[in-house]
C-alpha cells in the first residue's frame, strides 16, 4: 500500500467510526465476497482495519498526552466501547475468509492465515461486556499513575520527575526519592490491588468463555504467539536465573565496594556509573539537532536521517515530561498514513538518550514496512518488534557520544550495557509473575505479593529494600504498567535483549554490514514469526540451549576484559 503526503501531527484527523458505520463497511465486505471478489473483499477489509486503528490510536495517544481532559477522556471511552465492536464484525469475516483458506493464502499468505487463526479464538460476543470493562480498569490505572503530585525537593513531581533523583550521587537523596516514590504506591495500595484483581477475575472468566481452563493460552494467543509456548517461556526464564543473575549480582556487589556503600540497598541500584550516570548532552532543542546528525552518520546513504526529519518537521514526536501526561514511553503509529509517532516523558538523566532510541527502533520499523499488506504484517510480534528498539539502542553506540555529556560517551556505552544485562532477571520476574498470578486467579492480594517476594529472591537475591517496608512487602510490581495493562507482554524484552545484543556484537566487528541487516529486519514488519525473522536476519533463536550464555560471556569480556 502506498501511502500520499504526511500531514502535519496537529492536522492529523480521521473519521469518527460509530456501531452504524462498522456495519455497514463489512456489509459491504460480505457483499464482495457474495459476489465472488475475493481479492476485492480483503483490498475493502484492509482499508476499514487501517482506518479504524489509525482514529483508535490517536484517542488514545491523545488520552496520554493528557489523561486529564475530559473531553479526550470521553473520546477515549467511546474507542473502549467500539472496540469490541469492530473485533466481533473483524473475527467474523476473519472466520468466513478462513473457510477458504487456500483462496485466502494465496493472496495474504500461510502465516497471516495462521495469525487470524489465533485471533478467531481470543473473540465471542459474550465477552464483549468484559472487553469494555478491561479496556476501563486499565484507562483506570494510567490515570491513577499519572495524577501522581509527589511533594519533593520544594516542589510537586510526577513519577518521572522523580527519576533525576533517583539516580542522584548523594546517597541520602536517592533512599528519599524512592521513600517518596513508594509512598505515592503505598497510599493507592488497595486501589491498585483491588484493580488488579479485578482484571486478574475479568481475564480468567473471559479465558473460560471461550473454552480456557486459565487465561496464559488465551494471553498467548492475544499476544499472537505462533512458534512457541508456555514451556519454552519458562526454560528461558530459568537459563536467565542460572546464568544471568549471578553476573549481576556479582557486577552489584563491585560497585558496592567501588562506591564505598557497603551494602548495595535497593535505592543504590539505579546508580550504575561511580562519577554519576552520564546526563544528556544539553536540553530537548539540542538533543533533538544532535540526533538528526547522528541518523544521518549512522546511515549516510540510506534513509534514517531523511525519516527523522521528517518526524520532527511534522511533529510526530512528544518527549517532554508535562503534568497530568501518562508515563513510560511508547510508538504508535496511524496506518492509513503510515507515519508513526513517539511518545516519551523526558527527565534529563540518561533514561531519556535510552527511551528516544528505542522507541526511535519501533518508529523506524513501522516506517520501513509502511506499505507491507495487509495490515497485519506492519507490526511484528512483541518480541520481535523490540529487537528493533533494543537493537538500535546497541546500534547507536558509535555515534552516541553526541547525545552525552561531554567525555561520557564510553561511560554511557558501560552503563548501558549493564543496565541491560540488569534488566533480564526484572523482566524474567515479571514475567514468571504474571503466570503463576494466572494460573491461580483467586489468590488474595496478600497472596499475590508473596509470591513476587518468593520470585523476587529467585532472579534478584541481592535486592534488599531496608526501610521500605511497602516494596519489601511484596508490592514492586504494582509500579509495572504491563502487569495491569499488557498481560505477559514482558518477557519479549529479555527475548528480544537476546538478539539485540547478538546484533551488538556483530556490529563490533562490522558496523556497516549489521546496519544493513538490521534495516532489512526492520523492512520484513511481520511478515514472518518471530523464529522466522531471526533465521533470515542470521540471529539465533533465545530459545536454542547456549545462545544466552555465550551472550552474556561475550559482555563480560567487555566489561571485565
Given at each position: ?17 460509530t ?8 456489509a ?5 465476497l457474495?459476489?465472488?471478489d475475493?481479492t ?8 476499514v ?5 489509525s482514529w483508535?490510536a ?16 470521553a473520546e477515549?471511552?467511546?474507542?473502549d466501547?467500539l472496540?469490541p ?6 473475527v467474523?469475516l ?15 499468505g ?9 485471533d ?7 465477552i ?9 480498569l ?5 490515570a ?6 509527589i511533594?519533593?525537593?520544594g ?6 520527575g ?5 539516580q542522584?550521587?548523594?546517597?541520602e537523596?536517592?533512599?528519599?526519592a ?11 495500595g ?8 479485578r ?15 486459565t ?5 498467548y494467543?492475544?499476544m499472537?504467539r505462533?512458534?512457541?509456548?508456555p ?6 526464564r530459568?537459563r536467565?536465573?542460572l ?20 551494602k ?9 556509573d561511580p ?10 532543542d539540542l538533543l ?5 546528525d ?11 536521517g531523511?525519516?527523522?526529519a ?10 517532554k ?9 511508547f ?16 527527565n534529563?538523566?540518561h ?13 523506524f520499523q513501522?516506517?520501513?514496512?509502511r ?24 546500534l ?13 560517551g564510553?561511560?554511557y556505552?558501560?552503563?548501558h550495557l ?8 526484572y523482566?524474567a520476574?515479571?514475567?514468571?509473575f504474571?503466570?503463576e ?5 483467586d ?11 518468593r ?15 511497602y ?5 514492586r ?11 505477559f507482554?514482558?518477557?519479549d524484552?529479555?527475548l528480544a535483549?537476546t ?5 551488538w ?8 554490514g549489521?546496519?544493513?541487516?538490521y534495516k532489512e ?6 511478515s514472518k514469526?518471530?523464529t ?19 551472550v552474556v ?6 566489561l571485565?576484559?
Amino acid at each position: 500500500m502506498k501511502h500520499d503526503a504526511i500531514p502535519p501531527f496537529e492536522d492529523l484527523k480521521f473519521p469518527r467510526p460509530t456501531r452504524e458505520s462498522l456495519a455497514g463497511d463489512y456489509a459491504t465486505i460480505n457483499a464482495l465476497l457474495d459476489q465472488g471478489d475475493h481479492t476485492g473483499a480483503l483490498d475493502a477489509f484492509d482499508d476499514v482495519r487501517r482506518r479504524f486503528d489509525s482514529w483508535a490510536a490517536l484517542v488514545h495517544l491523545q488520552f496520554s498526552r493528557n489523561t486529564a481532559d475530559e473531553a479526550v477522556v470521553a473520546e477515549r471511552d467511546h474507542a473502549d466501547t467500539l472496540s469490541p465492536v469492530a473485533t466481533e464484525h473483524e473475527v467474523a469475516l476473519k472466520r468466513r475468509l478462513l473457510a477458504e483458506r487456500s483462496k485466502l493464502e494465496a493472496v495474504v499468505g500461510p502465516y497471516i492465515a495462521q495469525l487470524w487463526d489465533a485471533d478467531i479464538t481470543t473473540f465471542d460476543p459474550r465477552i464483549v461486556k468484559d472487553l469494555e470493562e478491561e479496556a476501563r480498569l486499565s484507562a483506570e490505572y494510567t490515570a491513577l499513575l499519572a495524577s501522581a503530585k509527589i511533594p519533593f525537593d520544594g516542589g510537586e513531581l510526577n513519577l518521572s520527575g522523580l527519576a533525576p533523583y533517583q539516580q542522584s550521587l548523594d546517597r541520602e537523596v536517592r533512599h528519599a526519592a524512592e521513600k517518596a516514590r513508594w509512598a505515592f504506591f503505598e497510599k493507592h495500595g488497595p486501589k491498585l490491588d483491588d484493580l488488579f484483581d479485578r482484571l486478574v477475575k475479568l481475564r480468567t472468566g473471559m479465558a473460560k468463555t471461550l473454552g480456557f481452563s486459565t487465561y496464559t493460552p488465551l494471553g498467548y494467543r492475544r499476544m499472537r504467539r505462533t512458534d512457541y509456548g508456555p514451556a519454552e517461556v519458562a526454560s528461558f526464564r530459568d537459563r536467565i536465573a542460572l546464568r544471568v543473575t549471578p553476573l549481576v549480582q556479582s557486577l552489584l556487589s563491585h560497585r558496592a565496594l567501588e562506591m564505598g556503600w557497603g551494602k548495595a540497598m535497593a535505592w543504590d541500584e539505579a546508580l550504575i556509573d561511580p562519577a554519576g550516570n552520564p546526563a544528556p548532552a544539553g536540553d530537548y532543542d539540542l538533543l533533538i539537532r544532535r540526533a538528526q546528525d547522528m541518523f544521518d552518520a549512522l546511515d549516510p546513504e540510506g534513509d534514517m536521517g531523511r525519516f527523522f526529519a521528517q518526524m520532527v518537521g511534522e511533529n510526530y514526536l512528544d518527549l517532554k515530561n508535562r503534568e497530568s501526561k501518562a508515563g513510560g514511553g511508547f510508538c504508535t503509529s496511524f496506518p492509513t498514513i503510515g507515519m508513526p509517532y513517539i511518545f516519551a516523558n523526558f527527565n534529563g538523566t540518561h533514561g531519556d538518550i535510552g527511551v528516544f532510541t528505542h522507541e526511535m527502533g519501533h518508529a523506524f520499523q513501522n516506517w520501513k514496512s509502511r506499505d507491507l499488506s495487509p495490515m497485519d504484517a506492519l507490526w511484528p510480534t512483541m518480541e520481535a518488534a523490540e529487537i528493533h528498539s533494543m537493537g538500535l539502542e546497541f546500534l547507536t553506540w558509535p555515534q552516541i557520544d553526541r547525545l552525552v555529556e561531554e567525555g561520557g560517551g564510553d561511560r554511557y556505552r558501560r552503563m548501558h550495557l549493564i543496565d541491560s544485562l540488569s534488566f533480564l532477571p526484572y523482566g524474567a520476574c515479571v514475567d514468571h509473575f504474571q503466570h503463576e498470578v494466572y494460573a491461580r486467579p483467586d489468590m488474595t492480594p496478600q497472596e499475590r505479593h508473596a509470591t513476587w517476594q518468593r520470585l523476587e529472591r529467585r532472579y534478584m537475591p541481592w535486592r534488599d529494600w531496608g526501610d521500605l517496608s511497602y516494596p519489601a512487602n511484596g508490592c514492586r510490581w504494582q509500579a509495572q504498567m504491563h502487569v495491569y495493562r499488557s498481560p505477559f507482554y514482558y518477557i519479549d524484552y529479555t527475548l528480544a535483549l537476546t538478539c539485540a545484543m547478538q546484533l551488538w556484537l556483530r556490529s563490533r566487528a562490522d558496523a556497516p554490514g549489521t546496519m544493513a541487516i538490521y534495516k532489512e529486519l526492520c523492512a520484513a514488519g511481520g511478515s514472518k514469526p518471530f523464529t522466522a525473522l531471526l533465521k533470515d536476519a542470521g540471529l539465533v533463536s533465545p530459545f536454542q540451549d547456549g545462545v544466552l550464555a555465550e551472550v552474556v560471556l561475550e559482555a563480560e569480556h567487555v566489561l571485565f576484559g
